[in-house]
């Protein structure tokens, strides 16, 4: 059907519509399939202003698993009681603004669009929310022409990941068969892009060598609310900067996981990062995949940003080199209400949590690959570890204080690599566990007691390079076992039991205990 003007159809059973126009400025498409058991299935249907589609049970795609855009619409209005799209089928959309809403079963959409979205409402009962959006070509020239083409051939990009490859048709060509002037027949959908310069694949046979220079559309996507009683809920954007403001999965009680991810960050990127406002899975996992930073979306508050069992940051994506996780703007702190971290990043890493934290577990550490530190703090509850915590080469420093009367227990190698200091704040006791190591290449080691509270060493606290001192205060007694050491190279070690608290030190000679090789001095207060 295809008319001047708005078109609307209502069905008392299953409604299938191969191809649906509404011509003009303005126009609507509106569908309807009355019935519990009545479906919508679509191959083509266009409006330029809206669509909306109701179903008695399910909005689907006519052809399975194609790659054809089933929906296109400024704004697309999709109602169901049965699902929309289906677990296994995820169905094509272009729209720029979508909401998504079925009583049950899965929302599974993949939006495809040059232009900035948002998706104001993606909501389910039992059943898992997908919901990604493509890059699309915005242009491209020829990098070489090659040889032996023909006016008409159809070139295809060859590369990247994509539902549906970019085309271009050959309009003239120069000597030898070199591609002259061409025409895109088809921008294509990518969820990784090709790398430029471009091969191609021609048809018919006979040309080679025709290479392209491509830049890609980086579209946002901004996700107002999706949520659902029970399942998972999966947010992909490609290219471009992703917010979530609302998102939660299994808010019923069910199982369910989040993943929330940017891709690309290719020289051609200037987004792709990650914004989240109020993100939930209370029993499950967060993952948090960026190529380019995490942050807090809204200006900065005390509320948690992110509520989950185990959280997963990863920054370290692509080429990005700063990714850093932070509040609003890149200052202050993301919040989190979680049991768990696991953290890859690039940049600077600056959490506050609500509750009692673990860093890593057996499935991941927490670790800066790039030039930032690690700054961890809990507001009233203890601090230990999973896992290996580190910073690298470029003097990323490592600070964890743990707030109220809760204390830090360190299990694990803790490790600040160039200049990066390391600084540790204990509510309530301190201990570095048996056998563990706590050093920085060339920093200094700070570690310190609240309130009456010990401090013990039960592993080897050491800093290199020259200057790098140690330093323990507590505000109870100090004590180290026989096969502690604290290990300097012309710094300084001081130790101090200040409030009410003694020195019990095993070994003080420092061939064992203690070893300064420079020039530092060692004080016992």
Request: avoid cysteine.
């Amino acid at each position: 059907v295809t008319n001047s003007g708005s078109v609307t159809v209502i069905s008392g059973g299953t409604l299938t519509v191969t191809a649906v126009t509404a011509a003009g400025a303005g126009e609507d498409v509106a569908l309807t399939a009355n019935g519990g058991t009545s479906d919508i299935v679509v191959d083509a249907v266009t409006a330029p202003d809206t669509v909306t589609l109701t179903a008695g049970d399910e909005v689907k795609e006519a052809a399975d698993n194609d790659a054809a855009v089933d929906v296109t619409g400024a704004t697309l209005d999709l109602n169901a009681a049965g699902g929309i799209g289906t677990a296994s089928v995820q169905m094509e959309i272009s729209a720029t603004t979508l909401t998504a809403d079925t009583t049950t079963g899965a929302v599974n959409l993949k939006n495809i669009r040059s232009a900035n979205a948002t998706a104001t409402t993606l909501t389910t009962g039992t059943g898992d929310i997908t919901f990604n959006q493509e890059r699309t070509l915005a242009s491209a020239t020829v990098a070489a022409g090659g040889v032996g083409y023909a006016v008409n051939d159809v070139l295809t990009f060859s590369g990247g990941t994509a539902t549906s490859a970019v085309t271009i048709r050959v309009d003239t060509i120069g000597v030898g068969g070199a591609i002259g002037t061409f025409t895109v027949t088809s921008t294509g959908s990518y969820s990784v892009i090709p790398s430029n310069p471009v091969a191609t694949t021609v048809s018919p046979a006979g040309g080679t060598g025709a290479t392209f220079t491509a830049t890609w559309n980086t579209p946002t996507l901004l996700v107002s609310t999706a949520t659902n009683l029970s399942g998972n809920i999966t947010i992909t954007n490609a290219g471009g900067d992703l917010t979530a403001e609302t998102v939660t999965a299994s808010s019923g009680g069910g199982a369910g996981n989040v993943f929330l991810t940017t891709s690309g960050a290719e020289a051609d990127t200037t987004g792709a990062d990650l914004y989240v406002g109020d993100v939930t899975a209370t029993l499950d996992t967060i993952t948090l995949t960026s190529a380019g930073v995490i942050e807090e979306h809204a200006t900065a508050d005390a509320d948690a940003d992110v509520t989950a069992h185990t959280l997963v940051l990863d920054t370290n994506e692509g080429t990005n080199t700063a990714g850093h996780i932070r509040g609003k703007g890149g200052a202050g702190t993301l919040e989190t209400d979680v049991s768990i971290v696991r953290i890859d990043a690039t940049g600077t890493v600056d959490l506050l949590e609500l509750s009692a934290l673990q860093l890593g577990d057996g499935s991941g550490t927490v670790s800066t690959s790039g030039s930032g530190g690690i700054t961890i703090a809990t507001t009233s509850g203890v601090i230990t570890t999973g896992n290996f915590v580190s910073t690298t080469t470029n003097g990323g420093l490592i600070t964890l204080t743990s707030g109220g009367a809760n204390g830090i227990t360190i299990s694990h190698t803790t490790t600040a690599n160039g200049a990066g200091n390391i600084d540790m704040n204990s509510g309530a006791a301190f201990t570095l566990a048996n056998g563990i190591t706590m050093s920085s290449t060339s920093g200094d080691i700070t570690i310190d007691t609240s309130g009456i509270n010990t401090l013990t060493i039960n592993g080897v606290v050491s800093t290199g390079g020259a200057g790098g001192d140690i330093t323990l205060t507590a505000s109870d007694a100090v004590s180290m076992d026989s096969i502690s050491q604290l290990v300097t190279v012309g710094g300084d070690i001081s130790i101090s039991a200040l409030v009410a608290g003694s020195v019990s030190l095993d070994e003080i000679d420092t061939n064992d205990g203690f070893a300064n090789t420079g020039t530092g001095s060692f004080t016992i207060n």
